[in-house]
C-alpha cells in the first residue's frame, strides 16, 4: 500500500469512500442461494486493509481475514504479490450466517462502499493488479448471482463506467501476514486508514444502518 498521499485528490477520496447505495437488485435474485450455518465468501477490491474492516462491520459477518486469492502458494507474500507479478489479488476471505446475511447483501456492500468496482487495476491511490476488482465465486450458485448482479447494475446504468470485476472461480485462498490482520482497528490513526479507508466505514453506517455492526 505504498502512500501517495499528496497526489490523492477528492475524486480518488470519493472513489474509495463508494458511491452511495446500489440498488438491490441481488436480493431479488431469481437463484437460490445457499444456507447452512456458514458460508464464505471471497472477494478483493483494492487494499485488504479497508475491505476488511467494512465486512467486520456487517451484521451477519462472523470472521473476515486478509489475504491473497488468484495466483500459486508459493508466492502468497505480500512483498511477492506487491509486484504484481504473481495473479494474486488483495482479497479477504468473510465467513458469514445465511440466516443473518445473504450473499447478495454482501455484494450489494461490496459495490456500495467497500470498493469502485470501475477501476481497472487500482483503487484509489494504489496501482497494479493485485488491486483489481474481483468476486471469487465458491460454487455455482454465487457465480450465477454474481453475474446477475453485474449484468443488472450494467444495465441500470448505475455507474458512470461499465463494471470491470472479475468473476472467477476460487481455487485457493491464502491468509496474508499477521501483521496485516484487522489492520483498521489496530492502526485507526494511520494516515492511510484515516484518508482511505475511514471514510468506508462512515459510508457503510451512513447507507446501511440497517446493517451496519459497532
Not at 32 to 47: D, P, Y
Not at 84 to 106: F, K, N, W
Not at 132 to 143: G, K, L, P, T, W
Amino acid at each position: 500500500m505504498v502512500l501517495l498521499l499528496l497526489l490523492a485528490v477528492a475524486g480518488n477520496l470519493a472513489c474509495t469512500a463508494g458511491h452511495g447505495q446500489v440498488p438491490d437488485f441481488a436480493a431479488k435474485s431469481q437463484f437460490t442461494e445457499s444456507s447452512g450455518t456458514t458460508q464464505t465468501a471471497v472477494l478483493a477490491g483494492g487494499c485488504f486493509w479497508g475491505v476488511d474492516a467494512v465486512f467486520k462491520h456487517v451484521k451477519g459477518v462472523n470472521n473476515v481475514v486478509s489475504g491473497f486469492s488468484g495466483g500459486d502458494a508459493d508466492t502468497a507474500a505480500y512483498e511477492v504479490v506487491s509486484t504484481g507479478t504473481t495473479g494474486h489479488a488483495e482479497s479477504v476471505r468473510i465467513a458469514y450466517d445465511p440466516s443473518q446475511v445473504s450473499y447478495s447483501e454482501l455484494l450489494r456492500v461490496f459495490f456500495s462502499v467497500a470498493h469502485d468496482p470501475t477501476e481497472l487495476n487500482r483503487q484509489g491511490p494504489d496501482g497494479g493488479t493485485q488491486y483489481r476488482s474481483v468476486i471469487f465465486y465458491a460454487n455455482e450458485d454465487q457465480r450465477r448471482i454474481a453475474l446477475a448482479y453485474i449484468d443488472q447494475l450494467n444495465k441500470a446504468k448505475v455507474f458512470g463506467a461499465p463494471i470491470v470485476t472479475q468473476v472467477v472461480p476460487l481455487k485457493e485462498f491464502y491468509p496474508a501476514e499477521t501483521y496485516h490482520q484487522n489492520f483498521l482497528e489496530r492502526h485507526p490513526h494511520d494516515p492511510y486508514i484515516m484518508m482511505f479507508d475511514q471514510p468506508k466505514l462512515r459510508a457503510l453506517q451512513k447507507e446501511f444502518p440497517g446493517v451496519y455492526k459497532p
